[in-house]
């Protein structure tokens, strides 16, 4: 079954750079069934999706209205993996941050496979 | 964008009841919702989607229902390790909002 390995810094600070990576295993970046997400969890916002890449045909991306402009979801074919670059981050940005795959069942998305989680705290 | 308000956003419970969390949606989503569970420090995992099908491999004690802006996600004779968190997501169009959440809790 598909396991996706995060990794990544915990700590971040202010107006600097958060990168993530995201290891997939038992599913391929390229797949034309599969879409690669980011999501990010906090107490004040509760679960937000961030943006997401597929390749169908050629590449995707998009991203949510409130990240759009310091978000870049980028795949990676060669290692088969798939990374979250945050530039600009603040105190806000600090959040347990998920990758996670959606697929589609019965013309339904789902996210069905899930990153095992990675605390940021943006903090000097 | 569409909203979505969970409500209860706490509820308490005991083993063997039955309990039922609701989720609206700011506009109609035909039946594009999806139900997912959520224990401390871990990622969600799903539950239902499409509103009321169950995933592979999830007991058949959970079950959902709904279409347009009002949907439910039931649970019948609660086990002690369905105590957790559950969020409703809408994957009507491309930004996935979630619901804000529902603690279920051991009364």
């Known amino acids: 079954q598909v396991q996706l390995q995060q990794s990544g810094p915990g700590l971040v600070k202010p107006s600097q750079t958060l990168s993530l990576t995201c290891v997939i295993s038992g599913d391929n970046v390229s797949s034309s069934s599969s879409a690669w997400n980011w999501v990010r969890q906090s107490p004040s916002r509760g679960l937000e999706w961030l943006g997401r890449t597929y390749h169908r045909s050629k590449w995707y991306t998009d991203y949510a209205d409130f990240v759009k402009g310091r978000l870049s979801v980028n795949p990676d074919t060669s290692k088969n993996q798939f990374s979250l670059q945050l530039i600009s981050v603040t105190a806000e940005d600090t959040a347990l941050y998920f990758c996670a795959r959606k697929i589609t069942l019965s013309g339904k998305g789902v996210f069905d496979a899930w990153g095992q989680g990675t605390l940021v705290t943006v903090s000097s | 964008d569409v909203q979505l308000t969970q409500s209860p956003s706490s509820l308490s419970a005991s083993v063997g009841d039955s309990v039922t969390i609701t989720c609206r949606a700011s506009q109609s989503i035909n039946n594009f919702l999806n139900w997912y569970q959520q224990k401390p420090g871990k990622a969600p995992k799903i539950l239902i989607y499409?509103?009321?099908s169950l995933h592979d491999g999830v007991p058949s004690r959970f079950s959902g229902s709904g279409y347009g802006t009002e949907f439910t996600l039931t649970i019948t004779s609660l086990q002690p390790e369905d105590f957790a968190s559950y969020y409703c997501?809408?994957?009507?169009?491309?930004?996935?909002?979630f619901g804000q959440g529902t603690k279920l809790e051991i009364k």
């Open positions: 997501q809408h994957t009507y169009t491309t930004f996935y909002t």
């Open positions: 499409g509103a009321s």
